[in-house]
C-alpha cells in the first residue's frame, strides 16, 4: 500500500492547515486507486462541520461526502481517502481519529506546530478496526503516467 502525493498538494494541504491554525483543517484526497497504490490527482477542501470542539476534531458532513463523490465518479476520480490537521500535536492518529475513520482509505494528517506546518504522515487503518498503519507518502513522477493509470474507467 502506498499513497503518491504530488508537492502541489501537499503544499495545498499544508496550507489549509497553516489557515485553519488553530483549528483543524479536513478535506477529501481525490484520484485513482490501482493495485494497492493510490494516486491523489486533486485535494478538494471541505468545511469543518464541528462547532463543539474544531481545535481538535474535525467533521465533515454526510451531504459533503455525497456531493464530492458524485462530483468526482463524473470527472472519472474517486474519494480515495481525507486529509486534516493536527494542530500543535504530532501527525499520527488520535483514539478519536481511529473510531471515526473508515477502513479502505487513506488519512493525511499534517501537524501544523505554533501555526506552521510541519511533518506530513500517511495512514490506512485496518480492516478489523484495530489500529492504523502507516503507508509510504510517495513523491509524484514528474514523468507521465504509465499506461495503466492513464487508461480512463
Known amino acids: ?14 496550507r489549509e ?7 483543524e483543517c479536513c478535506g477529501f484526497l481525490l484520484g485513482r486507486e490501482i493495485d ?6 486533486e485535494v478538494l ?3 469543518n462541520a464541528r462547532d463543539d470542539s474544531p481545535r481538535n476534531r474535525y ?14 465518479t463524473a470527472r472519472g476520480r474517486d474519494i480515495v481517502g481525507f486529509y486534516h490537521s493536527h494542530p ?14 473508515w477502513p479502505g482509505y487513506y ?3 499534517v501537524s501544523v506546530l505554533g501555526g506552521a506546518p510541519a511533518e506530513l504522515r500517511a495512514w490506512r487503518l485496518r480492516g478489523d478496526r484495530d489500529a492504523f498503519d ?9 514523468s507521465r503516467p504509465s499506461p495503466e493509470e492513464s487508461r480512463t474507467p
Not at 62 to 71: G, I, K, L, N, S
Request: proline share 9%.
Open 45 to 47: 477542501p471541505a468545511v
Open 107 to 109: 488519512y493525511v494528517i
Open 17 to 23: 492547515g497553516r489557515d485553519a491554525y488553530p483549528n
Open 134 to 142: 502507516e503507508v509510504n507518502a510517495e513523491a509524484a513522477s514528474p
Open 59 to 72: 467533521l465533515i458532513p454526510p451531504e459533503a461526502f455525497v456531493r464530492v463523490q458524485r462530483e468526482a
Open 88 to 101: 500543535d500535536v504530532e501527525a499520527r492518529p488520535s483514539a478519536f481519529d481511529q473510531d471515526h475513520a
Open 1 to 14: 500500500m502506498s499513497l503518491i502525493l504530488g508537492e502541489a498538494e501537499r503544499a495545498h494541504i499544508a
Open 36 to 41: 494497492g497504490r493510490a494516486r491523489v490527482e
